[in-house]
């Protein structure tokens, strides 16, 4: 659930205080009807399920919801504060704050509440305010934490009280996610490390590098779907997944959550101050000098093995190893390691590719072009190789002997086959703009090996426009001819002015499904049978609001395979029918 929040240190401190007075009156108004039927529950469930339901909630009181995890964006020199009631005496607490892009500085500081909530409703009023402790207006400070890492407040005996977190960046902007739980024993929002959390490793030389770990307990004995992902570069150990992942894809600040606000005039400067930031933002990550850009990420399933080969002669690398949720995208980090590698003669500065093995990479600014070799040995008579941009288009070229046999821009997916091949191929891709572009990048002699599924050679969704209504649209896109999945996936498109970075962040083709929000999800449709010889599938999508525009998106999947999206399709409900 992605929330926002504004409290900024540049606010002033009248608008700070005011902030901080409406969460402690909405704090203690739901606390006073609370008191007033004993026994406590452990948790307010009405309370988390109007959160889930109502993220506008989340961010305009800024309470953090209780067995849940909140994402949310701190800005570059600025302070978010977030709140976490706690309702009764000898509690459980479980505070964590994972940062994704840059380090984080956070404070946690506890404000007690009264122990008796009995008496008159003056009394009682007067009673539930809360104690001021002398060293701050905030309460005691209970833990401080600067750096990198996940890092965890516990407490099995906590009073009945307010928690304020309070976030400063200070490197750079970065998103943000927090998990706050009063029944830290019993939840398992993430996977589970094994008691042994190394990632060890098992031999180098001067070109390779070969890991072994253990498996976490939520793979082989509660037989979550988990999957391992392991991470190289060459400046330092990355912490937690969302870090890698905003090396990969980017992290930009979200979009404010529509309906929030309490109607207050200080409100409009806020949602200004938050657009300039943003703004502000976009220009600092334009000018990245694409450091961040060389790591490299393999997911291997659920291998507990894996080698990296290629690599430089004495050369120092960071490794990373990452166990995933495939259903959630939640992770746990293990414990990284590095090492230099053996020196020895410079080596070739290609990039091996191994048969049927699917690779994610880049180009960057620094480096524009980056070169692939597929070894076959001896005379195969069909290599396929397949290139896939991420977010922008990138060219590929093909060369064999010295000479370049092949050539194309790519805007979607591209397959090269190459007849009657003796020993290598070189692939490189190259970049069509300045900054960074990630791929991925497959190979195999064996075309049962491919990794997609066959997508029609128009991947367009069509609109009929003739069946558009004020509250259903009705779609239609090519089959594969093949036994697949189709899952259609709708949002609002609530941004009027589409800039060209903001479509390239919005349609990134390597994201999977799993990673869009449930309530996203239209409809999943397996095809299989005669129905594969469909030429066309067409879905009605109805319960749409008038004239909003939608943007609809189509994953197809296949057993075993990887998930590939159409292009998406953006519309606009009619206004009067």
């Known amino acids: 659930m992605s929330m926002y929040t504004t409290t900024d240190n540049r606010l002033g401190p009248f608008t700070v205080m005011h902030s901080l007075s ?112 002398p060293n701050a207006k905030v309460g005691t400070v ?103 992942q905003s090396c990969l894809y980017g992290d930009a600040p979200p979009a404010r959550p529509p309906n929030t606000g309490f109607g207050f005039e200080n409100e409009k400067t806020k949602r200004d101050e938050y657009r300039r930031d943003r703004k502000r933002d976009k220009g600092g990550r334009d000018r990245d000098n694409g450091e961040e850009d060389d790591i490299i990420v393999e997911c291997v399933g659920k291998k507990t093995l894996h080698t990296f080969t290629n690599l430089e002669p004495a050369q120092r690398y960071y490794f990373d190893l990452f166990a995933v949720d495939e259903t959630n995208n939640r992770s746990i980090a293990y414990t990284g390691t590095s090492i230099i590698t053996r020196p020895g003669p410079a080596t070739r500065k290609h ?39 991420c977010t922008e288009s990138i060219t590929a070229e093909l060369w064999r002997d010295g000479t370049k046999i092949r050539s194309s821009n790519i805007r979607d997916l591209k397959d090269f086959r190459v007849r009657e091949v003796t020993g290598d191929i070189q692939v490189k891709v190259k970049s069509l703009r300045r900054g960074s572009t990630h791929f991925r990048i497959f190979a195999t002699t064996r075309p049962n090996k491919y990794p997609f599924p066959q997508l029609p050679v128009d991947k367009r969704i069509k609109v009929f426009e003739n069946l558009r209504q004020c509250d259903s649209i009705t779609l239609a896109w090519l089959s594969t001819k093949e036994v697949s999945q189709y899952c259609l996936y709708k949002r609002e498109d609530r941004q009027k002015k589409r800039s060209k970075k903001s479509n390239r962040e919005g349609n990134t083709q390597c994201h999977e499904p799993d990673m869009r929000k449930r309530t996203e999800k239209v409809i999943c449709r397996p095809v299989s049978g005669p129905d594969t010889e469909r030429d066309v599938l067409t879905e009605t999508v109805t319960g749409l609001t008038p004239g909003t525009t939608y943007v609809f998106d189509v994953y197809v999947s296949s057993f075993g395979k990887q998930t590939l999206a159409y292009r998406s399709a953006r519309v606009t409900t009619k206004k009067v029918c």
């Open 22 to 133: 409406m969460v402690f009156i909405l704090l203690l108004l739901a606390f006073s009807r609370l008191a007033m039927s004993q026994p406590f529950p452990s948790r307010d469930e009405e309370l988390f399920i109007h959160q889930m339901s109502n993220p506008e909630s989340v961010a305009d009181t800024k309470l953090l919801p209780d067995g849940a995890e909140t994402k949310d964006y701190v800005f570059q020199d600025s302070r978010k504060f977030f709140y976490f009631l706690v309702e009764e005496d000898s509690a459980p607490v479980a505070i964590t704050v994972t940062p994704c892009a840059a380090e984080l500085q956070w404070t946690l500081s506890l404000m007690d509440l009264p122990e008796d909530g009995s008496g008159s409703s003056d009394d009682q009023l007067s009673e539930q305010r809360p104690r001021r402790h």
């Open 351 to 389: 990039i091996a590719l191994k048969d049927g093995n699917l690779r994610t990479s880049s180009v960057r600014r620094s480096s524009p072009v980056k070169t692939f070799n597929f070894s076959v040995g001896e005379t195969v008579k069909d290599v396929l190789v397949t290139v896939q941009p």
């Open 142 to 244: 209970v833990k401080t934490y600067t750096g990198y890492d996940v890092s965890t407040y516990v407490t099995y005996n906590s009073p009945a009280g307010i928690y304020t977190l309070e976030i400063h960046s200070l490197e750079k902007s970065t998103s943000v996610q927090i998990y706050a739980t009063t029944t830290p024993d019993s939840d398992h929002l993430y996977p589970e490390l094994p008691t042994d959390p190394r990632l060890d490793i098992t031999s180098f030389r001067k070109n390779k590098v070969s890991l072994a770990w253990k498996p976490s307990p939520s793979d082989v004995i509660y037989r979550e779907p988990i999957v391992y992902c392991v991470a190289l570069n060459p400046r330092r150990n990355y912490h937690t997944w969302c870090s890698v």
